[in-house]
């Protein structure tokens, strides 16, 4: 799998097949979609001209697609996949991702008897039908990855998951290093034109925590950029990737396009990722988190994550908190109780 990546999310319509034709131009050979972006026919179409006229073999590009929660269900992941392979007009893909951990029938409701141990025994199905040469999980916490490698007949190939400077993930990195399953980063750059993805239902799928710093903007980045003579958002790339970790940039910018993949003509060097990977410890920020399913058995952010990143937005942390403030106060008062009765003596 190519270390750099496109992005494509938020690449719709006309746009997105011009782009993948200025990305292969540039050296791309490794595209990341979902069912989610909606774009994988215009890629698909980009893909079949560019093989029809030779600039490209199938087997020199490696494609990703993602499985939404209404797809990841073991009755319905084959005609899910088998839907993107139309829509991309090929016969497998490289890679295919469980997009997120929690399914849900297609009007949004909770699938609730589907466990992520399931949702991996159809995956596995799909690996060994050859319909996809890799399969792994994104979105999915660091406990949920340890019930899956309990019990997994073909191992998780990727783990993408979002990661960038203030969101450094070691916990997961380990996790992965440990069982040989390679990380890929979302959202490296911060995520500068991230916007909130409502569904048909009108419930926000995807929403965005506002107000973060700008990563590219922090000012180690500025100075290593200097330092090479490199722009930040160079760093931030060749210092992930010098991590060992993959990165699919997204941009619709030809000149952007080229200077996220310009980064294999220096060498940061291990003082320099040390410095890169010790920002967070300044600076904590998650981006994206999912209101659509926090309520779902299969949610991977836990309690504490919920307070730190999705606060005051998250009506399930209010009311979660409102009874723990409330249990609290009871508790104080009855645990206080003997010693007001010992004073009244
Ligand atoms: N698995 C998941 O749940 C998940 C979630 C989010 C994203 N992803 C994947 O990860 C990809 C990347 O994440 P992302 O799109 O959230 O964020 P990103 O790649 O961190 O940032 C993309 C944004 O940065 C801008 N940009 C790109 N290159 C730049 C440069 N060199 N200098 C300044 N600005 C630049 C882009 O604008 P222009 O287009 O105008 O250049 C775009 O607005 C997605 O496209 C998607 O494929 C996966």
């Known amino acids: 799998m190519p270390s750099v990546g496109l992005g494509t999310w938020q690449m719709t319509g006309e746009d997105a097949n011009t782009v993948i034709r200025d990305a292969v131009d540039a050296g791309y050979r490794h595209i990341d979609t979902a069912t989610l972006y909606q774009n994988e026919i215009q890629i698909g179409d980009a893909l079949a001209d560019l093989f029809a006229e030779g600039k490209i073999k199938r087997e020199d590009i490696f494609i990703t697609t993602k499985a939404f929660c209404h797809e990841i269900a073991p009755n319905v992941v084959e005609s899910s996949l088998r839907n993107s392979l139309k829509r991309l007009r090929l016969d497998h893909v490289d890679l295919y991702l469980a997009h997120i951990p929690a399914a849900t029938n297609d009007d949004g409701t909770y699938r609730t ?8 025994k159809g995956f596995e199905n799909l690996y060994n039908h050859g319909l996809t040469r890799s399969i792994g999980v994104s979105n999915f916490s660091n406990s949920q990855l340890e019930r899956i490698i309990k019990i997994q007949t073909v191992p998780v190939h990727v783990s993408q998951l979002e990661l960038h400077l203030y969101l450094p993930q070691k916990a997961h990195r380990a996790l992965c290093k ?168």
Request: aromatic residues 12%.
């Open 113 to 120: 008897d589907v466990k992520v141990e399931d949702i991996w």
């Open 178 to 345: 440990k069982h040989n399953i390679v990380v890929t980063a979302y959202s490296t750059l911060g995520s500068p034109g991230r916007m909130n993805v409502i569904s048909s239902t009108g419930k926000p799928l995807f929403e965005y925590t506002k107000d973060e710093p700008n990563e590219m903007e922090d000012e180690a980045v500025i100075k290593l950029a200097k330092k090479y003579n490199k722009t930040p958002a160079q760093i931030l790339l060749r210092g992930t990737v010098e991590m060992g970790i993959s990165v699919i940039p997204k941009s619709t910018n030809k000149l952007r396009l080229r200077e996220n993949i310009d980064i294999f003509d220096f060498i940061m060097g291990r003082d320099d990722v040390n410095l890169l990977d010790a920002r967070s410890k300044e600076k904590q920020a998650r981006l994206f988190w999912w209101p659509s399913i926090n309520e779902h058995p299969e949610d991977p952010l836990t309690f504490v994550q919920h307070f730190l990143f999705c606060f005051p937005r998250s009506s399930v942390f209010k009311v979660r908190l409102l009874a723990v403030t409330f249990c609290s106060a009871i508790m104080f008062y009855l645990l206080r109780l003997p010693f007001y009765n010992l004073s009244l003596n």
